[in-house]
Structures are given as structure tokens and as C-alpha cells.
């Protein structure tokens, strides 16, 4: 079965750094666009960041640019989001999810990510 495992979330001061991973099994990822979408208390889940297996293209939220840096590494089947300069506003549940055959501009397209991951806490608090 398809499945993402997140981890690296965790409490950090604002101004810190965290990096998340994002594991997926039984499938490999040549081909699927990947995600890093947040879900906030009493907000709506958004997309932050995700990039292209095939070619590389990467996509940001406004709020992250700058700060967020999405990567693969393919030998180990993982997607990263090193995330610098957190502030207190980034504190969600961040989840990762794939897209097959999608482009990176459809991180705001809710219905083409297929599979998601279960979600690591990441709080940005002093």
C-alpha cells in the first residue's frame, strides 16, 4: 500500500529551524508531484511547498518564501522541508501528500493529492 510517514516536527523558539521529512512506501516517486501542505487550529489545511520528481520545479506559499526550502532525495525515497526563520504563525500540523502526474501549480487543487501522510506537529513558540 501507498504511504507517507512524516517526522521532524517538534517545538522550536521563533527564529529557529526544523526540517521534516517525508517517507514514502510502496511506491517510488518518479512521476508524482509532492506536497507539504499545514493545518492549523481552526483553519482550513494549506498548501506550503511541493516539488516535481520528474524536473525539480518547486512551488511556495507567499508566507514561507524565502525561509522554506523543499528538496528530494531519491536514493532514500524521501522529500525534506527544511524550514529557517520560524515564526510563531507556522505552527501547524504538517502533513505531506502526492500527485500523480500534476504539476506543481496545482498545490491549491485539493482533489488531485492522492495520498497523505498522518502529520508531525511542528510549534514555533518562545
Known amino acids: 500500500q501507498l504511504q507517507f510517514v512524516e517526522s521532524g516536527g517538534g517545538l522550536v523558539q521563533p527564529g529557529g529551524s526544523l526540517r521534516l521529512s517525508c517517507a514514502a512506501s510502496g511506491f517510488t516517486l518518479d512521476y508524482y508531484t509532492i506536497g507539504w501542505f499545514r493545518q492549523a487550529p481552526g483553519k482550513e489545511r494549506e498548501g506550503v511547498s511541493c516539488i516535481s520528481s520528474s524536473d525539480g520545479s518547486t512551488n511556495y506559499a507567499n508566507s514561507v518564501k524565502g525561509r522554506f526550502t523543499i528538496s528530494i532525495d531519491k536514493s532514500k525515497n524521501t522529500v525534506y522541508l527544511q524550514m529557517n526563520s520560524l515564526k510563531p504563525e507556522d505552527t501547524a500540523v504538517y502533513y505531506c501528500?502526492?500527485?500523480?502526474?500534476?504539476?506543481?501549480?496545482?498545490?491549491?487543487?485539493?482533489?488531485?493529492?492522492?495520498?497523505w501522510g498522518q502529520g508531525t506537529q511542528v510549534t514555533v513558540s518562545s
Open positions: 501528500a502526492s500527485a500523480l502526474g500534476a504539476t506543481v501549480q496545482a498545490m491549491s487543487i485539493r482533489h488531485v493529492w492522492d495520498y
